[in-house]
C-alpha cells in the first residue's frame, strides 16, 4: 500500500523522502521496574562515555547493517538515548525503523539490558517519541527550500504540510494508537500536542527544519512530533503521504507559523490563531479517524474499520486504568 502511494505520487513528478527518529531506554533491572542503565544528565557526555561500549556496539551493528547513522545522542529523560538516519523513500525508511529498533534491542540483551521503545516508560516525565521527517521532491529539487512562502517554502511543500496539519487529529488514531501515546502528549514536554507548525519550534505538532546555512537544498524537511514507535511505520507513513497529497491536490495553504509555545497562549489568543489542541485520548483520536473522509477512501474500509477495532478494543481494556497501570502494561511490549 504504502509502495502503491509512492509509484501514484512518481507518476505526478514527486518523490518523497522519510525518516523515523528512533528514541528508547536501557533499564539495567532484571524485574518490570524500570531502573535506568545510563547516568549522566541530559544531552551530556558523561551519559555517553558511561555506556561507551554498548553505544559503540549499536553503532557498528547498525552501520554492519548498511544503516546510516546521521545522528547518536543522549536524549532528554533518564536512560534515553536517540538515534537519527539518513533519510530514504518511504517504504525503506519504514523499513529502517523495524531494523534499528531490533538491532538495538539485540545489542541491549548481550549487556543484561532490557529495552523499552515504549511513549511512557514512567508515569512522569518525557517519554520516547517516533519524530518522522518528510520531504517532497521534483526533479532532484527539494520543494521544502527556495520557494516564496514561508522559511523558503514552494507551493507545492507548502500544501503538502498543509494537508498533513488538516488531518493530524484523525492521524494521531494512526501515528499514537495506543492509550500509552497520550501519557506522552503533554504540553511544554516537547510532543508536539497543539495543530500547528513553526521554525524549529519543538512545541509545534509540526516543526519546519531550514538546515545550516547553505543546506536547505539538501536538508529543508518537516518533523512530525506528535507521534510514537507504537505506530505501525508502513501505515504512519502511508497515512502521513495520504494526508500531504491530498493537501496538494485542494492546494491548502498553511497558516500563519507559530515561534512560542502554543501552552503559554491564553485561550483567546489560541482562537484568534486558530491553534487546536490535539486529541487528549485515545477516544477522540479514534473518532477523528473514524469520521475521516478522505483516508477511509484511500486506506480503503476494510484496513479503517480493523484499524479502529482494534483501538475500541484497547480504549475498552484500559477504560478503568490509572496511569501507572497503563505505562507498566506497555513499558515492556514495544
Known amino acids: ?55 559503540r556496539d549499536v553503532i557498528d551493528a547498525l552501520s554492519a ?18 538515534v537519527s538516519v539518513a533519510a530514504e523513500s518511504p517504504v525503506d525508511a519504514a523499513d529502517t525503523a523495524v531494523l534499528v529498533r531490533s538491532t538495538i534491542r539485540a545489542v541491549g540483551r548481550r549487556y543484561n539490558y532490557r529495552t523499552s521503545f515504549s511513549p511512557k516508560v514512567e508515569a512522569e516525565g518525557v517519554g ?15 520543494l521544502m527550500a527556495g520557494g516564496d512562502r514561508p522559511y523558503g517554502l ?72 506528535c507521534v510514537d514507535l507504537t505506530a505501525n511505520p508502513y501505515l504512519l507513513l502511508a497515512g502521513l503521504l495520504i494526508a500531504g497529497f491530498d493537501g496538494v491536490a485542494s492546494e491548502a495553504q498553511l497558516p500563519e507559523p507559530v ?11 489560541l482562537n484568534r490563531r486558530g491553534i487546536r489542541r490535539l486529541p487528549t485520548n485515545l477516544r477522540e483520536s479514534t473518532d477523528a479517524l473514524a469520521a475521516d473522509a478522505v483516508l477511509r477512501e484511500a486506506l480503503g474500509s476494510a484496513l479503517i474499520d480493523s484499524v479502529l477495532a482494534v483501538r475500541e478494543s484497547e480504549i475498552a481494556q484500559f477504560a478503568e486504568a490509572s496511569a501507572e497501570e497503563v505505562v507498566r502494561a506497555f513499558r515492556w511490549t514495544h
Request: glycine fraction near 12%.
Open 65 to 82: 547493517a548498511r544503516i546510516r547513522v546521521e545522528q547518536f545522542h543522549p536524549e532528554y529523560a533518564a536512560g534515553q538515548l536517540e
Open 1 to 55: 500500500m504504502l509502495q502503491r502511494l509512492v509509484n501514484g505520487a512518481a507518476g505526478d513528478g514527486l518523490t518523497i523522502k522519510a525518516a523515523i527518529e528512533i528514541e528508547w531506554v536501557v533499564s539495567a533491572g532484571d524485574g518490570d521496574d524500570f531502573v535506568s542503565a545510563v547516568v549522566g544528565p541530559a544531552y551530556g557526555m558523561t551519559r555517553l562515555v558511561g555506556v561507551s561500549d554498548y553505544v
Open 128 to 142: 520516547n517519541g517516533g519524530h518522522v521527517h518528510l520531504s517532497v521532491w521534483r526533479d532532484g529539487r527539494n
Open 259 to 269: 515561534d512560542v509555545d502554543p501552552a503559554v497562549l491564553a485561550p483567546e489568543e
Open 154 to 225: 514552494t507551493p507545492v511543500g507548502d500544501a503538502f504540510v498543509a494537508g498533513i496539519l488538516n488531518r493530524l487529529p484523525a492521524l494521531l488514531a494512526i501515528g499514537a494508537p495506543s492509550v500509552a501515546s497520550y501519557l506522552r502528549l503533554v504540553p511544554s514536554h516537547w510532543a508536539g500536542v497543539y495543530a500547528c507548525w513553526g521554525l524549529e519550534n519543538r512545541e509545534a505538532a509540526l516543526r519546519m527544519i531550514t538546515g545550516s546555512v547553505g543546506s536547505g537544498g539538501w536538508a529543508a524537511n518537516i518533523e512530525v512530533k
